[in-house]
Each structure stands twice: as C-alpha cells, then as structure tokens.
C-alpha cells in the first residue's frame, strides 16, 4: 500500500477532523467536527458562525487539520496531517455542490439528508470547506516524527 493510499484509506475512514484554527491574537483553538470529502482536497462541514472555530476562520483561514482513528491501540495509529485554507461558503453554486457532497456522506453513513435549506436563509448552521493545500501522513517505515507529503 502506498503513502497515497494509507492517507486516503484514513480519510475514506475518518468521520471527524480537528480543526486547529487561532484567533486574530493567534490564540490556538481545535475543534473536531464531522466532515465530508469527495476528492481529498476539499474536506465539508458545517457549523454555527459563531462558534469559536467558524470565528477563527473569519479572521485567520489558514487552518491545520488532523484525521485519525482513536480506537486503535497506542503506538498502531497512523493519522492524515493536513494545512488548509478553511471558508464559510457564501457563493451558492459552491453551497449547493458542497451540501450534496456533505448529504452524500451523511446518507451513506445511515443518517439524513442535507438540503441547502439548512445552511442558508434563516437555518442556524452555515456550509464550511477547508481546501487542502498539504497533506502528510508518518511514514511507517522510520520514526514517528517523520512526516511525508502525500497527494491530495
């Protein structure tokens, strides 16, 4: 299995990132929030603005993320490193491809459907993505402190 494919098998598997985002002081916060992807380089979510993540973002878009597996023993684990560049979606033809993708993946993971009614107008949440700009695993061959760009 390559390093490609041990990052995507991870993100096909993943149902949470954390998001590590900073105020405007750079103040760090991380939040993990369910998520969808399609391609790998573009990860959905959705949010309440004001939350402390979704005001983060306002202010400070360049995000980290991680996607890990926290049920395997210690020491067996391998995890998706990611830097992003994180947006709430305000175009809609970006929040109506998103919240498909997003509902996909709800759907497939035996939950309901999103419909843009529920991230625009009066709906309490908003539409977010987070655009890949790297993306790194360990490489389980040497050290664990040794990461390795991976594509996206």
């Not at 096909?12 to 750079?26: E, F, K, P, R, S």
């Not at 929030?33 to 939350?51: C, D, I, K, M, Q």
């Not at 684990?77 to 919240?99: F, R």
């Amino acid at each position: 299995m390559t390093n490609d494919d041990i990052a995507r098998a991870i993100l096909d598997a993943g149902i949470y990132v954390v998001l590590a985002t900073a105020d405007a002081n750079g103040v760090p916060w991380a939040s993990p929030v369910w998520f969808a992807t399609e391609n790998y380089r573009e990860l959905y979510w959705v949010s309440h603005p004001g939350a402390r993540h979704s005001q983060n973002i306002d202010v400070r878009p360049q995000i980290a993320t991680v996607v890990f597996d926290s049920t395997v023993p210690s020491g067996t684990g391998q995890a998706v490193y990611m830097t992003a560049i994180a947006e709430q979606l305000s175009d809609p033809a970006a929040i109506e491809h998103g919240i498909e993708v997003f509902s996909r993946e709800s759907v497939r993971q035996g939950d309901q459907e999103w419909g843009l009614d529920r991230v625009t107008g009066e709906a309490r949440l908003r539409l977010y993505r987070a655009s890949v700009q790297e993306c790194s695993i360990l490489d389980p061959d040497v050290p664990r402190d040794v990461r390795i760009v991976v594509r996206p």
